[in-house]
DNA sequence: ATTTAATACTACCTTATGGTAGTATTAAAT
DNA sequence: ATTTAATACTACCATAAGGTAGTATTAAAT
């Protein structure tokens, strides 16, 4: 029960250029700077300029920044981006057809931390977040 | 976001021990009965009796059966039997050290559903989970 | 004693995720 | 025009999770 590694370097990615607007930030930069490994994150941000969150300026002194604002970019927004888009439907112990007509054993207990969670997901934006830079490594 | 394939099969296979407490159940009959791989089953099956949850019979006509009372196994234990411990100091964006006085960008956010998802995992028991069984595959 | 049906063990295969290497393409600066 | 520094692309590698195959061991039934 966790989030992928790829999701939190997206947030965490993506939170940061939020925070920083003024100018195109480097995978370079941004690899220094977050300390996320250069390659991966390369294919991360054009897989997010590829799903329209961010811009991409190619060439010398490119980079990328934010293509929506920040208030309109939600969680599940980035999840869905990198593919792991939110299954609200998705039974947990993995049954095809299972709803409260039908439920899985653990469906009633599920119902709560999972409303939460898809709260969190969906009501969360970049511009919502915490924004403290405290936190290294 | 999600449950592991194992911890769904730990789950439903423990489950359906509970529900049926009469007699050792083979994997054999369990792979059938819960459409779960014998082999792969077998193995987990093995795994959960060297952890304590389960009682072991070999030879002609043996199998398995719960170890505890249902109403001590919880979801954390089966969890934990399997590898998957619940690490509720875990950073959700991977930071080593991340707390209220140091707190990632998800942190305050993520405090509620994973305070409803902890609850879940170590206050329910197998003998609290709902008990109709017309689910299949 | 032999057969049979079960768990236990060892090794391997498959797939997805995370990560690396090298090169092509682009565009600013000189 | 050439150099430089950036994104984009293609291919590969490493690890873990999920899953399979074959065999050894155990113990009841005959």
Same mark, same amino acid.
């Given at each position: 029960?966790?989030?992928?590694?790829?999701?939190?370097?997206?947030?965490?990615? %993506?939170?940061?250029?939020?925070?920083?607007?003024?100018?195109? +930030?480097?995978?370079?930069?941004?690899?220094?700077?977050?300390?996320?490994?250069?390659? +991966?994150?390369?294919?991360?941000?054009?897989?997010?300029?590829?799903?329209? %969150?961010? !811009?991409?300026?190619?060439?010398? =002194?490119?980079?990328?920044?934010? /293509?929506? =604002? /920040?208030?309109?970019?939600?969680?599940?927004?980035?999840?869905? /981006?990198?593919? &792991? /888009?939110? &299954?609200?439907?998705?039974?947990?112990?993995?049954? &095809?057809?299972?709803?409260?007509? !039908?439920?899985?054993?653990?469906?009633?207990?599920?119902?709560?931390?999972?409303?939460?969670?898809?709260?969190?997901?969906?009501?969360?934006?970049?511009?919502?977040?915490?924004?403290?830079?405290?936190?290294?490594?």
């Amino acid at each position: 029960m966790h989030f992928s590694k790829t999701s939190e370097y997206a947030i965490r990615v %993506l939170s940061y250029l939020h925070r920083h607007p003024t100018q195109p +930030y480097s995978v370079a930069f941004l690899h220094e700077e977050l300390n996320l490994p250069y390659k +991966y994150l390369t294919k991360l941000m054009t897989q997010l300029h590829k799903k329209g %969150l961010l !811009n991409s300026i190619r060439g010398r =002194d490119g980079g990328f920044t934010l /293509a929506l =604002d /920040a208030d309109k970019i939600f969680l599940c927004d980035i999840l869905e /981006a990198i593919g &792991e /888009a939110l &299954e609200s439907n998705r039974c947990i112990l993995g049954f &095809e057809k299972c709803d409260s007509s !039908n439920p899985c054993a653990l469906h009633n207990q599920w119902l709560k931390p999972k409303a939460l969670l898809e709260d969190m997901l969906k009501n969360t934006s970049l511009a919502s977040l915490h924004s403290t830079e405290s936190i290294k490594f």
